[in-house]
């Protein structure tokens, strides 16, 4: 089973606008990370916050984490175009697994 | 160019046969994931290695089969017991922090 569920399921804003998408998920975590897909290809790793981390900030990206509701947002401010992506979150357990959710797709229009 | 490696991009199979998707890495990580990704979900985990010699089932190991010998190899055997292979792999590595994806291999039983 998937451990991160993404919300929502797909978003649609407008450039300059900001995207905020959630995560949560099952079992404790040892971090849990942020990644990006455009369509058709691989993942690329945006963020991680660390277990005993709140916040953390990485140029226009903002990631929260709170353990005791298992749940975590990704704020991307100032959207532009080039951010239409699907965004997945992913957890990382102490039996190595790397767990992902089922992803929110961002479009952003010009 | 250091990186994640997958081939091939495209692949076909026809019912009842095994394939086996190929997965190298240069970036010298010890963990290795695959996972499956069908149209407009997640990544569901096949298998992982977190050294050589020794792998885990993930959520959907039914179907399919690894081998690690290799630090750098990770190939992914999807054998006639999957009942519906036809989808998008993914092979991952992973350092301490974060995984690297390769470009993906798209399999389609013909």
């Known amino acids: 089973s998937q451990q991160g569920e993404e919300d929502p399921q797909a978003l649609s804003i407008q450039e300059g606008e900001n995207a905020t998408m959630n995560c949560s998920y099952k079992?404790?975590?040892?971090?849990l990370q942020w990644y990006r897909q455009n369509s058709g290809r691989g993942l690329v790793h945006l963020i991680l916050i660390r277990s005993n981390e709140r916040e953390k900030h990485s140029g226009r990206l903002r990631v929260t984490l709170d353990t005791s509701k298992k749940s975590s947002s990704l704020l991307i401010t100032a959207s532009r175009a080039a951010d239409t992506a699907s965004y997945f979150c992913a957890t990382y357990h102490n039996d190595y697994k790397l767990s992902f959710g089922a992803g929110t797709t961002v479009t952003v229009r010009a | 160019d250091g990186g994640i490696t997958q081939s091939p991009k495209y692949l076909f199979r026809k019912e009842g046969q095994n394939v086996t998707l190929s997965c190298e890495q240069n970036l010298n990580h010890d963990a290795m994931y695959w996972y499956r990704q069908d149209p407009g979900q997640g990544l569901r985990l096949i298998y992982y290695?977190?050294?050589?010699?020794?792998?885990q089932k993930g959520d959907i190991a039914e179907g399919y089969s690894v081998s690690r010998e290799k630090k750098e190899s990770f190939p992914l055997t999807v054998t006639s017991a999957q009942k519906n292979p036809t989808a998008f792999y993914l092979c991952?590595?992973?350092?301490?922090?974060?995984?690297?994806f390769g470009q993906g291999t798209r399999l389609t039983v013909v």
């Open positions: 290695s977190q050294i050589v010699n020794d792998f």
């Open positions: 079992t404790s975590i040892n971090n």
């Open positions: 991952a590595s992973k350092n301490r922090d974060k995984a690297f």
